[in-house]
């Protein structure tokens, strides 16, 4: 199967990737990480939960963590251009008969709950609480300095099919990976916003979060993390990296949150606007689409997700991938 | 007059700024200049002219240096969506008045040159020749590693129309200075592709081209350019900087090639994809607006620029601007 | 006036440049700028004064702020390699009938105050306290995150006298400026450590403190040091850079403390310890010496300078330096 | 076994650790290792051998390349401060019994060729031929930019006497693991010029070279050259790291030479002039101090190493060292 010919003309317009609720043991635990060594901004909080941006967001929230017992992942957020987009959205999933419907979502003015084809849970606004900006407020910057989201990664049973959707909805391919035996996608990324994706799927027991990523400014950035974070008692929680992905070609840290969940560090892709920008293929045997250069991912990595909130995980139907002993 | 409230439905779709045409005196010298200082690769070239492009783009060239006699830009080109958006563009233009027609251009299938209302030369295109990526290829990086084409920037002598007709094409304000005695526009920087802008236009003498600029992946990159440039004869080539813009969040460097035409090297701006997304308001008494931090800018950043081929230069209404001696 | 040949066989072994005192007017608001700006450690304090360290440190004190009315730098402090080093160090000031003596200074087990033939205060030790490393206590790192100190430069009125007392003492010229018409020197950097400097000195009213130099690990520190002074109240304190030195190969910066001490931010230069290494020669006329690239440096950088306390300034014997209008 | 205290006034003064001779296949093929990769400059060749300093050195050499037919590594070379060290030197090492005497090297005026107690060849000199300055020749720097060559690391058979030996030559410890068990030494940094080390020795089969260290300027040109060397053809050369030690504080990253000679990419450690500098101590057990972050050393870092020529190999007393599976 063949990667889908892009649609060029959705029947709405999706703008990016906008933001994920973690629900996590202990607020305050969660708060020290995400804010004191990540460097992301509280904007909201209850006894309940907290609402953070990054420091270049205007957006009211790109993470929320809400305290729960168990860990999970809440709906992947994604911002759409206009209201209009919703309502066609609604009727899209609909048609597919798929779940879809309005729900209430503090913060946010008019929020579409669905549901992709493989469980996935999506909401989609136009409009969030607008914050003043703070990314020349130099002085609040902390840690990592994250300055905005950038994307979801998740694993998916079925590649071929969540890419297939997902292209459906307008999402572009940039960079897959084919498993040359079955001649299926093992791995897909897709974008809206003109880098090299808003979200990813790999094949593997699915669908569950493998990791939220956050853009900083320069490769220094994760070095200062790593240092920070070897030394403050979260050695840990360092996963992966650092690298350079070959797929993305961006510079890259993974890191584990206190319950967890995955967070990339990331830096440096490339610019996708172009309506014929052609994706690239790497085959499922070379080494450096992961990892153009950097230690191999440990097993951890190709295993360990975040189920999402309600959604059962299934096998994969491609088997399970060869991982290169770390 | 305010800010033009953004243009949401334009009936064409610009995807970015592309490539701009420099006449230059001598090729070889430019081409030490563009590819063995600032790290362009040569595309294409007969005796008269020569393609260049950055290390991450796959159109054929951003940069085409055609010898000729006098210094002087071509036309600013713009990469559409798709072909029948050339169509919607000629009616644009035709329906107020404006030169449009379809011209043989090398490397582009069909080009659509127009001219802006305040005399801008422009070419708009959907399909260039796409060449094998090279992001990769880090054997090939040289000087500067410059990346992508980000923007143009323009002396315009009415901000307003300007604004106001690139508004209507679509493109959407970031940031603007506004001159508060006259409550006129000072200057504006507006987007299509997600970034702080793809043109800006600041009140001058024009319309002439003030500098195109080019995107690096991190400020050592300038750091290492001036290293280079300050001991190998273009020690007078750097004009400004570095320093980081309070408009855009960049940092910057501007250099003047070997005729004197002004490139940015630039880096760090940030995402403005959302169609809420605020402009910032700067008040043209506020210094800091053009330079964050660094030494102000010399005289002839603020006088200089290149004139566009057959494009009659006209004084601007707004009185000079009053220049912070440096 | 050629310059010294170095004296390899100096009668007592200075280490290194150590410290400083300020005097200054409000510990509160020098400490913001030392500790939450600058990033250096509080490791003692009285109602009087504030004892502060670099990262990299693990003796006591490099700045000691002490609140006084007026501002004044005090002693200029060295650490030589052992107690018997002191005594020889007395006995060479009172052959040249410099005044020295021992004297109580906290933290310093042994301390020897003495004055240089051109009036500045110097004070040498073998043991201060030393304190538990912190140079992996990345959660304490804030600021511009200093590493350590430098060196010193003075305005000094007799470069040539300065440089050969400091010869004599051991200090070894690694660079130097000479006017070309009188033949002497304009200015030296000398160095104990193996850098390019501990001390400097360069022809003007003195003697003075120029400033005082820490370094950092590399040139984003810099960077972020300007992002944030820029953004939080110090932006009149930036005073020249950031730029690299023609002399020192330095990527630098110069801020003024509260009180208008000047401390430079440094990185970078090169290793000097080779016996027979070769002093570099530049020519007064050489922009380039000080500014390899970067902004003239303002009148104030040329002109402004810390008296010692209780030394007389005098004027230089060289006419005043032709300043490159900036 | 302590930490031997250190030789405050040995009967001679060594400088710093200087240069090292490879025994190489094919000169072609390291010289592009070399240069193009690592950025080294030829000094001087011939068909049997290059010369190579780095791009801050003024000595005629820190590499020489030897075409032979087997690689080994030829004598540690360190500089003295004057002619007369090199005879007490030998004074020294005849005392003890072991051999040294004067030999012809090329662009070395007078060396002393020594042989330490583990079996390690050394040569001291004074004069090495000095070349033109050229750390500001901008456009000669290539690849990773190495500025000065930084340490020799070796395995030994017994680090308590090696350790005991150059510490009576004046080399002083800054850091050790010590095995907690037998209250031996594992592994000792010893320096001479000011940085953690001129030389260190871990426990293992020895004498051979573990590595050779050369500085660069920030941890962005390390990225710079896994960047190059992952896509040019060097991937399997590229060993261990990027990451940064425990042991020096420094950003390291370990590349193979086309002979599998091993070379350490070295920045930011720090700062140990003072006389009374204390060693760190670290125990076997503690994996941060190898690595303070980063992925585990690879089996091959801790078992291979180049044999110098002539110096049979001896299995260490100490246990072999318990291996963190990677």
Not at 157 to 176: H, L, S
Not at 294 to 305: L, Q
Request: hydrophobic share 35%.
């Amino acid at each position: 199967m063949p990667v889908p010919k892009p649609n060029l003309h959705p029947p709405f317009h999706i703008v990016r990737a906008s933001h994920v609720e973690f629900q996590v043991k202990d607020l305050e635990v969660s708060r020290a990480f995400y804010c004191d060594t990540l460097g992301l901004q509280v904007t909201g909080e209850s006894g309940e939960q907290i609402s953070l941006r990054a420091m270049e967001e205007r957006g009211h929230h790109s993470i929320v963590l809400r305290r729960a017992s168990e860990r999970a992942a809440g709906a992947l957020g994604f911002k759409v251009f206009e209201h209009s987009d919703l309502d066609r959205l609604k009727d899209f999933f609909e048609a597919k008969g798929l779940p879809a419907c309005f729900v209430e979502r503090p913060y946010q003015h008019r929020t579409l709950r669905a549901t992709d084809p493989q469980g996935i849970p999506l909401e989609f606004y136009a409009k969030m609480d607008r914050l003043p900006h703070i990314h020349q407020k130099y002085g609040l910057y902390r840690g990592a300095k994250l300055l905005r989201i950038d994307h979801f990664n998740c694993f998916s049973p079925n590649v071929d099919q969540a890419a297939a959707f997902y292209n459906e909805m307008g999402f572009r391919v940039t960079e897959y990976t084919e498993d040359e035996e079955s001649g299926r996608l093992w791995a897909a990324w897709l974008h809206r916003k003109g880098g090299v994706h808003d979200i990813a799927f790999t094949n593997g027991a699915g669908p569950r979060l493998h990791h939220v990523a956050f853009w900083v400014a320069t490769p220094l950035n994760i070095i200062d993390l790593l240092d920070l974070m070897s030394t403050t008692g979260y050695l840990a929680n360092i996963e992966r990296g650092p690298g350079r992905h070959g797929i993305s070609n961006a510079f890259f840290l993974y890191v584990r949150d206190p319950d967890g969940n995955r967070v990339e560090i990331y830096s440096s892709d490339y610019q996708t606007v172009d309506a014929d920008h052609e994706p690239i293929r790497w085959d499922l045997k070379d080494p450096q689409r992961q990892t153009l250069w950097g230690a191999p991912a440990p097993r951890s990595w190709f295993e360990e997700g975040t189920v999402f909130e309600g959604a059962p995980v299934r096998e994969p139907e491609l088997k399970a991938q060869p991982i290169v002993a770390p």
